[in-house]
């Protein structure tokens, strides 16, 4: 079964760093296109970054200068390093593979003094 498992959440102070790892299961990784989403409480769920198979990117104009999608073809894993952390970067953080429409479980990323 395909899935995406994704891991790093938690709580972190404004200022800080958080980097969110997803691992692909099965053959949903190789060749496709990754992407980070968030969805804040009582808001819809907004696309952050992509990432294609060469490694092309693009951000969220929210996050750019502060976020950095990367993936390890080698271990069929991206990842989302978050830096400069604000209070409304607070969300659950899902995993997503476009070929497919797979969705991580999703990951609570908590931002506050």
């Known amino acids: 079964q395909v899935q995406l498992v994704e891991s790093g959440g938690g709580f972190v102070q404004p200022g800080g760093s958080l980097r969110l790892s997803c691992a692909a299961s099965g053959s949903i990784f190789s060749g496709n296109v990754m992407g980070w989403y968030r969805q804040a409480p009582g808001k819809e769920r907004e696309l952050v970054a992509t990432?294609?198979?060469?490694?092309?990117?693009n951000y969220a104009d929210s996050v750019k200068g502060r976020f950095t999608i990367s993936r390890d073809n080698a271990k069929n894993t991206v990842y989302l390093q978050m830096n400069s952390l604000k209070p409304e970067d607070t969300a659950v953080y899902y995993c997503?593979?476009?070929?497919?429409?797979?969705w991580g479980q999703g990951t609570l990323v908590t931002v506050s003094s």
């Open positions: 997503y593979a476009f070929l497919g429409k797979v």
């Open positions: 990432i294609t198979t060469i490694g092309s990117t």
